[in-house]
């Protein structure tokens, strides 16, 4: 514990997290720090991980957030990070916040682009790292038929109508002429 009063939010990493929450699980609401990460990081610091994260000094977020950051320059082993030998760098990384959303999309378009297999299944919406997909994964959109069916004729003076639309016959125009028309005499 320290000497310094207590903090209702504390800014780590970019993140906002309640000075209420404990140690060990405010540090997980940062995105890219699991629970095994956060333990380490505290057993690293020698920090207790069931106190208030508002009960923290100044020096000791410091500390944290150096470690969160470069987590290869405290000791951490290679295969704790999320991200290792990146494509495109070559380095070992560990991802935070926005970054992990942004290389998966990247890492995606690469396959995409590539025309790899697992490009074409995610274009495809399916599944990619192998599973079956005969009787699994049957959430989401239809894949193989699309569901058939006539869209519902488009009235004139429609709002919503596009401009080609409007000036077209609707589908009731040969009803209305038939019924304009005089019946013929049987004889």
Do not use: C
Not at 42 to 60: A, F, P, Q, V, Y
Not at 181 to 187: D, G, I, L, S
Request: hydrophobic residues 35%; charged residues 30%; proline residues 5%.
């Amino acid at each position: 514990m320290s000497t310094q009063e207590y903090r209702h939010i504390v800014r780590i990493v970019g993140n906002d997290i309640p000075g209420e929450r404990k140690t060990l699980i405010g540090l997980t609401q940062i995105k890219g720090i699991g629970y095994n990460f956060a333990t380490a990081i505290l057993d690293s610091l020698k920090i207790n991980s069931n106190s208030n994260i508002g009960n923290l000094s100044d020096e000791n977020v410091k500390e944290i957030e150096k470690l969160i950051l470069d987590p290869i320059k405290g000791n951490f082993p290679i295969w704790f990070l999320n991200r290792r030998k990146d494509i495109e760098t070559g380095a070992d990384l560990h991802l935070l916040t926005s970054d992990i959303p942004f290389t998966l999309r990247n890492d995606i378009e690469r396959e995409r682009i590539a025309a790899s297999w697992r490009g074409y299944r995610h274009l495809s919406g399916l599944k990619v790292r192998g599973q079956r997909t005969r009787t699994s994964g049957r959430k989401g959109g239809a894949v193989g038929v699309a569901k058939g069916g006539l869209s519902a004729p488009v009235k004139k003076g429609d709002p919503g109508a596009p401009a080609a639309a409007a000036d077209a016959p609707t589908t009731d125009a040969p009803a209305a002429e038939k019924k304009d028309a005089p019946a013929e005499k049987k004889t």
